[in-house]
């Protein structure tokens, strides 16, 4: 799993590649939580280069999402791909989470 | 006295389940001890390789079943007083050990077929009649307990009914091979490589044990490490989560295991401090509902918390920037 970051004006691109599973599950969670610590409340996660996400994976952006709740902070998803976006429908995430097909469609509606 | 009470109420509706399961192993127990003692003599009468080790796997076997029965006898009789969270680890424990005898007689059924390819022996005739029929007999018994387990297996999940449907299966079918061997050995004895058959047959033997004692102990050994859930499960808990996302203010993990045919979940989660005890408790009585209603023989736990909850060697759920943040 490899991370990239971006910033967009006040907004904090994360783009995440590769297979979020049992062995790398940790990493986002640590990650966006060290973005958030660095004063990031504005969150795009990109993950357009993910192939696969499995439950640990999604805890760690629903804890994410939870921790940007307040007044100006945001938690944004993009580029599910197909298997991806299922899992997400699945869960639930669709229900609670802002999701954009592309890193170009979420900063135009931000 | 049980400080869960889900667990009781579990315990009040498995009554029948146990009382039923505890019948079924014991009826297991005795047709199997009744059968080995023919068996014994079948084996010494015949001067078979497959039928001693058949022998030797079947008292083995009737060790392993006695050991379930044991264990079924103590549930029914109860003492969930000195066990809160039930005796899952001893039926899962029952699991391993029927799968490692399998293992065992594994070794011994495969040591002594090479012994006899390398020296092969003429059955003896008169004794192999007795054999047929005990190994008839043996077919019968075996396939109507496999289907008989299956059916309460297929009920209600329980490792104890697992391990034995599955233990029921490969002696019926074993004890086809037995008798197979010994219809071949009898009807073609005028040819030279007729010796031949009944230590091959043993091979047969060999791989149904292989099988049946590898799937047994790799199903029961994560549940007894207390390994989390499998995703489909952990699935559930996060559609869960994410139906109650606006009523707790944050997460800071689950954790999970298994227990025998129990599945134990802990929620650890925020909540909004200005909230009264009454609202938090309605939303966590509305989450482990939910949730229990949704995994069978579950046991949900709600823990309102201010940080991350740990596991040895690992931080579950909010990260450790996060419990330095609260601190």
Known sequence: MDLHYEKQGDIQIVHITGRIDSTKADLPGKVIGKTIENGNRQLLLDLSGVSYINSAGLLAILAAAKRLRNPGDRCVLCGLSGEVRGIFELAGFTKILEIYPMVGDAISYW | ?327
């Open chain 2, 1 to 327: 006295m049980s400080h869960v009470p889900a667990m009781d109420e579990g315990s009040i509706v498995d009554a029948a389940t146990l009382a039923k399961k505890e019948k079924t192993v014991f009826l297991s127990l005795v047709v199997d001890f009744v059968l080995w003692i023919p068996d014994i003599i079948a084996a010494i009468l015949a001067g078979s390789i497959t039928m001693f080790a058949d022998v030797v796997k079947c008292g083995n076997e009737i060790l392993a079943t006695f050991f379930a029965w044991l264990t079924l006898r103590k549930l029914a009789r109860g003492h969930q007083g000195a066990y809160d969270y039930g005796m899952g680890k001893f039926e899962t424990m029952t699991s391993i050990v029927t799968g490692a005898v399998m293992l065992v007689s594994l070794i011994l059924v495969f040591y002594t077929a090479i012994s006899r390819i390398m020296v092969p022996e003429v059955l003896n005739i008169s004794g192999v009649a007795l054999a047929l029929v005990m190994m008839t007999i043996g077919v019968s018994v075996n396939t109507w307990l496999w289907l008989k387990n299956y059916r309460i297996a297929c009920k209600e999940y329980s490792p104890i009914m697992e391990s034995q449907w599955r233990l029921f299966r490969t002696k019926a079918f074993s004890d086809l091979s037995v008798l197979s061997a010994l219809i071949l050995s009898v009807v073609l004895h005028q040819f030279w490589w007729s010796v031949y058959i009944d230590p091959f047959a043993s091979m047969i033997i060999v791989g149904f044990l292989f099988t049946t004692g590898y799937r047994v102990i790799s199903s029961s050994l994560p549940d007894l490490l207390d390994k989390t859930l499998d995703e489909s499960l952990q699935i559930m808990i996060i559609q869960d989560l994410t139906e109650f996302f606006d009523e707790y203010e944050a997460f800071h993990g689950v954790r999970s295991r298994r227990s025998g045919s129990n599945v134990y979940i802990e929620i650890f989660l925020e909540f909004d401090g200005d909230r009264k005890m009454c609202e938090v408790q309605e939303v966590i009585d509305r989450m482990k509902t939910s949730l229990e209603s949704r995994i069978q023989k579950s046991s949900v736990t709600i823990v309102p918390s201010s940080g991350p909850c740990r596991i040895p060697g690992k931080v579950v759920g909010n990260t450790p920037e996060r419990s330095r943040e609260i601190n």
